[in-house]
């Protein structure tokens, strides 16, 4: 079962730092690029960052570019997105995503797919 388990959320202040996680599991996750998504209430789901499959290329939405990294290391199936110098506007639940996972059916056809995690909420607050 593919699988997407983002933690690390939580409450920080302005100017504060956090490091979110995303556990993957249930497919090839070296083979896989990767993004954070966050969606804030009664806001559109921002595509926040990226990386490419083998952590040689990211790309950042304009809001946050220089303040965060969007990094993997591929032994542990695991994508990281560190958050500095939050502002309150960075509140939002954070999602992993996995947009084009390649599996095969079981008539031995590949597909591709995209996954989501539960997604974890960050607050920046006084």
């Known amino acids: 079962q593919v699988q997407l388990v983002e933690s690390g959320g939580g409450l920080m202040q302005p100017g504060g730092s956090l490091r979110l996680s995303c556990a993957a599991s249930?497919?090839?996750?070296?083979?896989?690029?990767m993004n954070w998504y966050r969606q804030a209430p009664g806001k559109e789901r921002e595509l926040v960052a990226r990386?490419?499959?083998?952590?040689?290329?990211?790309s950042y939405a304009d809001s946050v570019k220089g303040r965060f990294t969007i990094s993997r290391d591929n032994a542990k199936n695991t994508v990281y997105l560190q958050m500095n110098s939050l502002k309150p506007e960075d509140t939002a639940v954070y999602y992993c995503?996995?947009?084009?996972?390649?599996?095969?059916?079981?008539?031995?056809?590949?597909?591709?797919?995209?996954?989501w995690g539960q997604g974890t909420q960050g607050t920046v607050s006084s």
């Open positions: 249930g497919f090839t996750f070296s083979s896989a690029a």
């Open positions: 990386i490419t499959s083998d952590g040689g290329r990211t």
């Open positions: 995503n996995a947009p084009s996972i390649r599996q095969r059916s079981s008539m031995g056809s590949y597909y591709t797919f995209d996954a």
